[in-house]
């Protein structure tokens, strides 16, 4: 199954197991729009609003941090429990 298709068929989980990835292989803090931009070239078809609601239920849930800035879009980056998440999948 390719990536298009395996995004078709992919649980909420899964998507945001999918969100976790792109963070943790980044290594970096990105703003939601690298991240639906990169989840998108993986061939996921969740829209942007759906990507923020995981990001708030993963934030909620401990396995990304939100780094709030003073004039720009926030960051978001994976933590240790994100992490951690991700090697019991």
Known sequence: ?????????MGKEERKQQVLQILN??????TPYVLFRNAKM????????TLSNYLAELVDEGRVEKIEQEEETNL???T????ESLSTS
């Open 80 to 83: 240790e429990k994100g992490r």
């Open 42 to 49: 993986r061939g996921s078809t969740f829209e942007r609003r």
């Open 25 to 30: 292989e980044s290594g970096l803090a990105l």
């Open 1 to 9: 199954m390719d990536t298009a298709e395996n995004a078709e068929t």
């Open 76 to 78: 978001y980056r994976i």
